[in-house]
């Protein structure tokens, strides 16, 4: 009987998996234990077995496709036998929910459709846009109230976004018929904020508009959005030569639009020349745009004494932008961190550690030992037995319990290519030196060649994120999950010393604990560290 093959969950992180090649293509013979394709996943490259005699009968997805956990990849069955009742079986129930959600958005549609804004004379006010990274804006207070009669180029509102309070200015003549919320109140970029039209106009049908997504109300304001989002970026384009012409009224300050200024900065008009129309002698885009040059004084007219301006080379440049799709391993990295920065209370340890004694000890074992011993190797040792000391450190934080491990396996986050990916060394508090160190070369190379097998890349109870080998001083890692704490080490570094008054030259490394408080307290952290430092301090106890 034929049987479906679907994608298995081939570690405890993965949600999809990308066929990187077939080893069987459809009709061939298969037996159980032959490999059918090899798959990736968020952390290797693994195989996938058959685990059944027969032939293939249906691959259901190309090379370098994904496919979910339990999604389907193929059909293996009988020679000549009917599969395809399977197949309909399994997407019956998907395909039921896609017709569903068809009709909706069809009857969604239909409703929309009933609404005509044509001959309502108003038009909607939106949020604009009015930085690049805003996603909202806060009214900060109304300058116009509803029932206000409004002229084009009038500040209806104040709103603060996320880097200034900027005004939001009317672009058409009529009467302020609705205000969305009230001040103090968020609105989203493009969300309704007041509509203004003839005196007794249906608002009401607008906003109901809205409310359906109808496509007549949003084409009548597109105009408007472009205009204001515009106006709004003209501070940074034109600051420099706006801080010339900052003269006149009251208070030494030119009333005039932020489109107003634009288009004079634009066109080379000398804002004081221009007399404004809008209110308190406001200047506004008409009246911008009816200055005539003519009546400007010449602008290369120089006062006796002044220095010759200054002439800026215009800078040609091309912007240019890739985009680059994310890899399996780089979509689990982004979520599983993102879950545990969000949702565990990290707390941060430093301790600095003097490594004088350190040097001198690696110096004497390299010369004896089978394998080249690294810092991080004797960093690695003194970690694990140190966790032997403080159980209480060595634990994992299960939602609603949490899991005190007697064992102490070793997490090593280790850089490559597509991300990041973290080998454990097991039973690290047990093993020598010149062992961890050829343990970690080892998973080290696996990991780059992405041939770790599942149990080289889960289970840790403690991880360790080195960035001494770049040049780093000092960092803060974020705590893999489901562990506890994370330690992130440091560069070691020759600096001044002070040892019993005096002042020396010494080598010190900085090490910093990341700590899920749900799980460890400060204190439990600081003597784990406290012990970590004295081991490395006189490196001949890692050994007892």
Known sequence: ?????????????????????????EGDEVSSGDVL??????????????????????????????????????????????????LEESSNGQS????????????????????????????????????????????????????????????????????????????????????????GSGVPVD?????????????EALLKAEEQGDDNAEEEQVEEKKEVSQSASAPTQSSAPQQTTTSSSSNGRIKASPLAKKI??????????????????????????????????QQGAEKAGDKPAINIPQVVGEERSEKVELSQMRKVIAKR?????????????????????????????????????????????????????????NVSWMGDHMMKHSHVHMGIAVAIPDGLIVPVVRFADNKSLSHISAEVRELAQKAKDKKLQPEEFSGNTFTISNLGMFGIDEFTAIINPPDACIMAVGGIKETVV????????????KVTLSCDHRAVDGAVGSAFLKTFKELLEDPVRILI
């Open 96 to 183: 039921d929910e896609g017709e569903e959600e068809a009709r909706e958005e069809k009857s969604e549609k239909k409703s929309s459709e009933k609404i005509d804004t044509s001959n309502i004379k108003a038009s909607v006010i939106r949020m604009p846009k009015m930085s690049d990274t805003m996603e909202e804006g806060v009214i900060a207070s109304w300058i116009k109230n509803k029932g206000d009669k409004v002229e084009s180029g009038d500040i209806l509102a104040e709103v603060e976004t996320d880097k200034a309070t900027m005004e939001l200015e009317a672009y058409e003549d009529g009467t302020l018929l609705y205000t969305a919320v009230e001040a």
């Open 498 to 509: 002070v040892k019993n008054g005096e002042m020396k030259p010494g080598n010190v490394m």
């Open 264 to 297: 004079a900065s634009e066109k080379g008009i000398d804002l004081s020349q221009v007399n404004g129309s809008g209110t308190e002698g406001r200047i506004v885009k008409k009246d911008v745009e009816e200055f005539t040059p003519s009546t400007q004084p």
């Open 191 to 203: 969300g309704v904020i007041a509509i203004i039209g003839e005196e007794g106009a249906d608002y």
């Open 1 to 25: 009987m034929a049987e479906v093959i679907r994608m298995p969950k081939m570690s405890d992180t993965m949600e999809e998996g990308v066929i990187a090649s077939w080893l069987k293509k």
């Open 337 to 393: 961190l993102s879950d545990s920065k969000f949702s565990a209370p990290h707390f941060y340890l430093t301790m600095e550690i003097n490594m004088d004694k350190a040097i001198e000890a690696r110096k004497s074992m390299n010369e004896v030992a089978p394998v080249k011993i690294s810092f991080n190797d004797m960093v690695v040792k003194a970690a694990a037995a140190a966790l032997r000391q403080h159980p209480d450190v």
């Open 37 to 86: 394709a090899e798959v990736e996943t968020d952390k290797a490259t693994m195989e996938l077995e058959s685990y059944q005699d027969g032939v293939l009968l249906h691959i259901g997805v190309k090379e370098k496709e994904s496919v979910p956990v339990d999604g389907i990849l193929a059909v293996i069955g009988e020679k000549g036998e009917d599969y395809k009742h399977l």
